[in-house]
């Protein structure tokens, strides 16, 4: 079900983001300001934005999850979360390399910009935390709707915050169209265009591997039902054949 | 901070790139681990499909 189309997405998502990331250092120009380092913000930026709607989408799902009560939505907006905590991680790492080569530290605590999507991130730490700590599985998949829609609608908000305090040291590159000219725009949208098609396919592969655990699991449990002794099926027993002797 | 040269921001940028190439290999690797547990685990179920429905295990074959 959710293996159909994995290969021709997962070819293309190859193509493109190899295409992005040749482009980054082939075709966009070395940023005058910053030098080769800016290169960095090619693949730390669409992760930043993909991961931070991912956060999102799983909200969305959560909701659809709590409206129809159909648990798909919910493991659905569980795999979303997953694979934007990895994303998040990802920001992080690169966000500190580049941090610590432009401005000389791995990590300013006065920044709104980092500070924020560090408190986004281990928000979003303690979503698995949660969950797994509640045994009963509608429970489960209901609390963890709640969270997962809670937490999307502050990302946003969170996101909003940011853009309006004042900027430390964190350039705000998307905060109009004249910041991204020519060839570094173009590389950026289909370095942006990469990373999102590589979560929708990591997202299609765990989906894909979760619903064969699933039918895998009822599948077993069909079996054991099948293999498991039940009552003695009644034989019709001849008169005088094996009956009590009296 | 003025900008890097090449050889400064070279390790930097490479090592951005091997964070980004190495979270997703670590995810794939990960991801591959459960397929062959899963693969395991449909091994299993199909040995107990094979006792259940009475018939003879079946014999390894190539490729």
Redesign the interface.
């Known amino acids: 079900m959710y293996g159909r189309g994995l290969r021709p997405l997962a070819i293309v998502t190859l193509v493109v983001l190899i295409g992005g990331?040749a482009m980054a250092f082939f075709y966009a120009p070395v940023?005058a300001?910053?030098?080769?380092?800016q290169?960095?913000f090619y693949?730390?930026v669409p992760?930043a934005i993909v991961a931070l709607c991912g956060f999102v989408a799983g909200g969305v799902m959560g909701a659809a999850h709590l409206s129809s009560g159909d648990r798909r939505w919910d493991l659905r907006s569980y795999v979303a979360i997953h694979l934007s905590l990895?994303m998040g991680?990802?920001v992080l790492?690169?966000g500190s390399?580049?941090a610590?080569?432009?401005?000389?530290h791995w990590w300013v605590w006065q920044e709104p910009t980092l500070v924020s999507f560090l408190v986004v991130f281990l928000l979003y730490a303690t979503y698995q935390p949660l969950r797994f700590s509640i045994e009963d599985p509608h429970r489960q998949a209901r609390y963890a709707s709640a969270f997962a829609i809670i937490a999307g609608a502050f990302v946003p908000l969170n996101f909003v915050a940011v853009r309006l305090a004042q900027p430390l040291t964190h350039p705000r590159v998307l905060s109009s169209t004249g910041n991204l000219p020519g060839e570094f725009g173009v590389t950026f949208l289909v370095c942006l265009a990469g990373v999102a098609l590589?979560f929708a396919t990591?997202w299609k592969?765990?989906m894909a591997?979760k619903h064969?655990?699933e039918q895998?699991r009822a599948?077993?449990s069909r079996?054991?039902e099948?293999?498991a002794p039940g009552p003695p099926p009644r034989r019709a027993v001849p008169a005088g054949v094996g009956g009590p002797v009296s | 901070m003025p900008a890097l040269s090449l050889g400064q921001a070279g390790p930097y940028v490479a090592g951005a790139y091997l964070a980004f190439l190495g979270l997703i290999l670590v995810y794939v690797a990960i991801m591959a681990g459960r397929l062959s547990r899963l693969e395991r685990e449909l091994e299993r179920l199909a040995a107990l499909a094979r006792r259940v429905g009475g018939e003879p295990p079946e014999e390894e074959t190539g490729p």
Do not use: C, F, N, P
């Open positions: 990331l940023d300001d910053q030098g080769v380092i290169k960095i693949i730390h992760m990895i991680v990802g790492v690169t390399i580049w610590r080569a432009a401005w000389g590589l990591l592969y765990e591997s064969a655990a895998l599948l077993r079996l054991a099948a293999e």
